[in-house]
């Protein structure tokens, strides 16, 4: 099976800072990498599919980006609504298998 | 609007059997598709079993192959997870999912997704 790591595993960080998340496959995957958004609480929410494609609901200041085993999550301005725990998920091959997660909290 | 929700979750002894449903609404059901992905509170993902839009495809996790059994009813839109010789690490939030990509014959094609997720049912496996 595809293993999926993330760093850091926590940040704490400030309204309007910009914040990097990365995801690292240990195969290739193309451009194969889901980033799903979860607050405490609630369901995961997909945020984004195929590395860079934004759902409906999300904000431009997220964005998505890499190819092959390295991958990033951007949020440009952070808002208070974007303090969540992220998971990227790789959908190259089956069993689907998820990151451990990033936890984004308020500095 | 898609909608999932789950239900059957509770406490439940080791090595006994439980049973979720997820009632899905808003799609075409038999369109896609559908998950169980699992969540340790406090802990990360972990996708447990998957089955495609006419149940002639099945996949499950090592951890829960041969105990659990995926399933579904599309005529009542509903998917099933049938959870035998249930362990205390099976303790979890259960979330049913939908598949991203229409009619896939695979449970889990290259490039599919989870969209929508249940808003889960939690499963406590202890004496």
């Known amino acids: 099976d595809i293993q999926m790591t993330q760093s850091p595993s926590s940040l704490s960080a400030s309204v309007g800072d910009r914040v990097t998340l990365t995801c690292r496959a240990s195969?290739?995957?193309?451009?194969?990498l889901n980033w799903y958004q979860q607050k405490p609480g609630k369901a995961p929410k997909l945020l984004i599919s195929?590395?860079?494609s934004l759902q409906s609901w999300v904000p431009p200041r997220f964005s998505g980006s890499g190819s092959g085993k390295d991958f990033t999550l951007t949020i440009s301005s952070l808002q208070p609504e974007d303090f969540a725990t992220y998971y990227c998920q790789q959908s190259y091959s089956s069993p689907p298998v998820f990151g451990p997660g990033t936890k984004v909290d308020l500095k | 609007e898609e909608k999932l929700v789950e239900s059957g979750g509770g406490l439940v002894q080791p090595g006994r059997s439980l049973r979720l449903s997820c009632a899905a609404s808003?799609?075409?059901?038999?369109?896609?598709?559908m998950h169980w992905v699992r969540q340790v509170p406090g802990k990360g993902l972990e996708w447990v079993a998957g089955i495609n839009w006419n149940s002639g495809s099945v996949a499950y996790a090592d951890s829960v192959k041969g105990r659990f059994t995926i399933s579904r009813d599309n005529a009542k839109n509903s998917l099933y997870l049938q959870m035998n010789t249930l362990r205390p690490e099976d303790t979890a939030f259960y979330y049913c999912?939908?598949?991203?990509?229409?009619?896939?014959?695979?449970?889990?094609?290259?490039?599919?997704?989870?969209?929508?997720w249940g808003q889960g049912s939690l499963v406590t496996v202890s004496s």
């Open positions: 808003g799609f075409t059901f038999d369109d896609y598709a």
């Open positions: 999912a939908k598949s991203g990509l229409y009619a896939s014959g695979s449970p889990f094609p290259s490039g599919d997704w989870f969209d929508p």
């Open positions: 195969q290739t995957i193309s451009s194969f």
């Open positions: 195929g590395t860079s």
